[in-house]
């Protein structure tokens, strides 16, 4: 088992660097992001997972643990391959993935390219219980977003509130419109739920 790799990017792809390693160089499928952008000549250190199939051999590489053992979660699950699994953290930070879980959001996995609705859901059920003992701590811009964003929905809500929509109903707009994919600003976001409540009422 190759359980870290370390060395100077030869090569980078949309979600693949080649790593120099004792003269050879080693070719890593990683998350898309920043490590799969690193430009030739940086140093990088990455926790790795060596995937063994009849006819490859495959090494997938992350810059954290965290996501190693995410990784190592989605590919337990039925039907998640290891390309499926890399695509979920492509998309969503491991404490993305712990807090769909526990919220039991199917709606976050189907984000993913290639994963659909029973896959989503059969996410969510398989991962249940398994991550609450991973302590993340969200990045500071992550956290900063997240912070961004219920002022919005607060404001939004209290908006539709002063229309005379109840609190509840209200809130529960606003959710689904930033979920439909709605921008996250108090006027696009309040057209988007105000046309959720008008068609609930039609």
């Known amino acids: ?36 952008q690193a430009v030739t000549g940086e140093y990088v250190e990455l926790h790795t997972s060596l995937v063994v199939r009849e006819d490859s051999l495959t090494l ?33 930070s491991p404490s993305e993935i712990v807090r769909a879980v526990a ?11 290639g994963i ?6 059969l996410l969510t059920v398989s991962l249940a219980g398994k991550l609450s003992g991973l302590v993340i701590e969200p990045a500071e811009t992550e956290t900063a977003a997240v912070s961004d964003s219920d002022q919005v929905v607060s404001a939004v809500t ?11 109903e209200a809130h529960q707009a606003v959710l689904d419109a930033r979920d439909a994919g709605a921008a996250l600003e108090d006027a696009a976001l309040l057209r988007a739920a105000l046309t959720l409540l008008q068609r609930g009422r039609r």
């Open 1 to 36: 088992m190759i359980a870290s790799i370390r060395g100077e990017v030869l090569s980078s792809g949309a979600g693949w660097v080649v790593i120099g390693v004792g003269g050879f160089g080693v070719r890593v499928e990683v998350p898309s992001g920043r490590v799969s």
């Open 60 to 92: 997938f590489g992350f810059e954290s643990e965290q996501e190693l053992t995410v990784f190592g979660h989605l590919i337990a699950v039925s039907g998640v391959g290891p390309r499926s699994a890399l695509g979920v953290l492509s998309e969503l």
């Open 103 to 113: 919220s039991e959001d199917d709606k976050s996995f189907r984000k993913v390219s």
């Open 116 to 121: 659909g609705p029973k896959t989503a859901k």
């Open 158 to 168: 209290a908006g539709l509130q002063g229309l005379g929509w109840s609190e509840n």
